[in-house]
């Protein structure tokens, strides 16, 4: 009895710990946002940026960095798309580049270019606690 209490509490654990899920578009991650009364993250990426992928490999599975964006809504959009480029408040950003916002798609916080965990996590801690 007890191995199979053991079994369930790491197979909890490894699912709560688990991958970040992503909104596919800005009025999904928006509705959710509003909806959860959750901040928004959302990333510029590009397919051919070596600095993105550096970003998603190494930040974004951070295990401390996974567990602080568990609090947001996520949305990663593609800067050769045009109409979701349209909500932010200059179509013209590097990739890649992460926004901090509101429901309401105000911006909280901008950092352009790939960070580590460590200075993602101070960002993080930037935006809250304004």
Not at 77 to 106: G, W
Request: charged residues 25%.
């Amino acid at each position: 009895m007890k191995k199979v209490l053991v079994f369930f509490l790491l197979i909890n654990t490894w699912l709560l710990s688990g991958e970040l899920v992503w909104q596919q578009d800005v009025p999904t991650a928006v509705a959710k946002a509003k909806a959860e009364q959750k901040n928004i993250v959302l990333i510029v990426e590009a397919t051919y940026c070596k600095w993105c992928k550096k970003l998603k490999r190494e930040t974004l599975s951070d295990a401390q960095v996974i567990r602080r964006l568990q609090n947001y809504v996520l949305v990663k959009v593609r800067r050769c798309d045009k109409e979701a480029m349209k909500i932010l408040p200059s179509q013209h950003y590097a990739a890649p580049t992460t926004f901090f916002m509101t429901p309401e798609l105000e911006t909280i916080e901008k950092a352009i270019g790939y960070f580590n965990a460590q200075d993602f996590l101070s960002y993080i801690n930037d935006v809250e606690s304004e």
